[in-house]
């Protein structure tokens, strides 16, 4: 009886994880959606390099995609083992569903007619919020994010300073296609959610969840991401 509790008590708890993380791939897809694209932010992470392989070869973003995220996704499989791909290729799929859905029925028009620190900070702070859920449940929507928590746990670096790194080198490399002010404003934007990213996957959450017949303690944030956690991307815009 015990046994039987205790697999259902695991079986909400994974449910009530994946809830959360999709919720977080939501708010990803909407301000990627209704703030980045509407307001013509740049890119960074992947989705950049992906942008700068067009400009530079002509090669479809799409393509230049999954021929970034497949290498990084078998790394992770080998490093971290086939529950990690499984949480990353959810939160990936997801994050597709979410944005084209939006991109496709959303009447939701959120321009601020070239005041773009204010779409900067909107953004900052929705997709630092969306990133740093799906990764403190254990999830993804790229292979970058993939590779900013390996790269994390290897240095010891916090991981939305990862994320900031890694974006403000791509978007300094689209200073040489893109116009300079929308990628000067989208830094910003990706400074702000390095910081909420931080916070998100970092403050504390311990607490017990008692039943009947079992006594589970949840583990804090901190331990979640650094020993089952594979971007949620950060806010790097959507190619337009």
Wanted: glycine share 10%; charged share 10%; hydrophobic share 50%.
């Amino acid at each position: 009886m015990k046994r039987t509790s205790l697999t259902k008590q695991h079986v909400k708890a994974e449910a009530g994880k994946l809830v959360i993380m999709l919720l977080g791939t939501f708010i990803l897809a909407f301000a990627y959606y209704h703030i980045n694209f509407q307001n013509h932010l740049s890119e960074g992470g992947f989705v950049g390099l992906a942008l700068l392989g067009k400009y530079a070869t002509g090669l479809s973003p799409a393509i230049g995609m999954l021929l970034l995220d497949i290498p990084v996704m078998i790394l992770a499989w080998f490093i971290k083992g086939w529950k990690f791909m499984i949480q990353a290729l959810i939160g990936v799929g997801a994050f597709s569903l979410f944005y084209d859905g939006f991109e496709r029925y959303s009447t939701l028009v959120m321009s601020f007619g070239g005041n773009l620190w204010i779409p900067a900070v909107l953004s900052g702070v929705l997709t630092g919020i969306g990133a740093g859920i799906v990764l403190r449940f254990g999830g993804a929507t790229g292979g970058d994010d993939i590779l900013a928590v390996l790269v994390s746990r290897w240095k010891g670096w916090k991981l939305g300073t990862v994320f900031f790194v890694s974006d403000a080198f791509v978007l300094g490399l689209s200073l040489f296609f893109l116009p300079v002010k929308e990628t000067l404003y989208t830094i910003l934007a990706v400074w702000i959610a390095s910081k909420v990213i931080t916070y998100v996957v970092s403050v504390p959450a311990r607490r017990t969840v008692t039943t009947s017949a079992v006594k589970v303690t949840m583990p804090s944030a901190a331990k979640v991401v650094s020993t089952s956690a594979p971007r949620a991307s950060v806010a790097r815009g959507v190619t337009h």
